[in-house]
């Protein structure tokens, strides 16, 4: 069994067959598939599915969607589908369900582990991992749910997201592949026009790449984005960069101690 949340919510049978969820029944399987294999009491599921109109009966509400996603867990014959489970506990539910499963726990532990090669000087078993990790997403997360809980989740994933490119770019910017990173660059500085983190990265591998005006012309968009709509300057970590491209300091070439901390 696999569980999708990084997209519309989804559960497939090994043979890749889409299991039917009514609405109700979805949004019961994103809340318990959060936290595969953790308990959740029923006021928290009760909160997380209905948090705007609350049935009169809510846990009488919460009994039918279990016992609906409960059949549709089922396969050949009424025997459990494989790997996965609802079961019910004293006050609440818990998804029994490995881990590698669902795929936001998936996505979590190959960056985990990519973090863990990096730091050990592994760049290309740690580029592999973030890779692995960022081929899961298929869209906005949980895009088919839209209650309060699934926006905070939605925030929390879209920070993880946004945390595992900028490792992998700056792994990418070490390994003098910087070519290859300029794409979700591009799109990161789209998705964060004010984020100096994200414009650093993006003007050092223009820099690298022979396009020191491009990367001035990253710096000075940001900065009138930023003067024109907040009100203040950029940071001196980037205007110390924009300083050193100017003078085409030679510690920003590859192979320099002046690494991407500097951004």
Not at 15 to 38: C, E, Q, R, V
Not at 100 to 112: H, N, Q
């Amino acid at each position: 069994m696999e569980i999708q949340l990084l997209g519309c919510v989804e559960a497939r049978a090994r043979s890749g067959d889409k299991l039917p969820l009514p609405h109700g029944t979805k949004l019961l399987l994103a809340a318990l598939a959060w936290t595969p294999g953790g308990f959740v009491a029923d006021e928290a599921l009760i909160e997380r599915v209905w948090q705007e109109r609350r049935p009169q009966r809510p846990r009488d509400a919460l009994y039918i969607q279990a016992t609906r996603l409960r059949k549709a867990l089922r396969a050949d014959g009424g025997q459990r589908a494989e790997g996965v489970e609802l079961v019910r506990k004293r006050g609440g539910y818990l998804l029994a369900v490995e881990e590698e499963s669902v795929d936001t726990a998936r996505f979590r532990g190959l960056v985990r582990r990519a973090q863990q090669a990096a730091r050990g000087g592994e760049t290309d078993l740690a580029l592999d991992h973030y890779g692995r990790a960022l081929e899961l997403w298929r869209g906005e997360p949980l895009a088919d749910v839209r209650t309060a809980w699934a926006e905070s989740a939605r925030v929390a994933l879209r920070r993880e997201h946004r945390e595992a490119l900028i490792g992998s770019t700056e792994l990418f910017l070490r390994a003098g592949r910087h070519e290859e990173c300029l794409p979700q660059l591009h799109w990161l500085a789209e998705m964060h026009p004010f984020d100096e983190k994200v414009t650093g990265l993006l003007m050092l591998a223009l820099h690298r790449g022979g396009r020191q005006a491009d990367a001035l012309d990253c710096f000075q968009l940001l900065r009138l984005r930023m003067v024109d709509l907040l009100g203040c300057e950029p940071g001196p970590d980037l205007r110390s960069l924009q300083e050193r491209i100017l003078a085409r300091d030679p510690r920003l070439r590859l192979g320099s101690a002046y690494a991407t901390s500097a951004v």
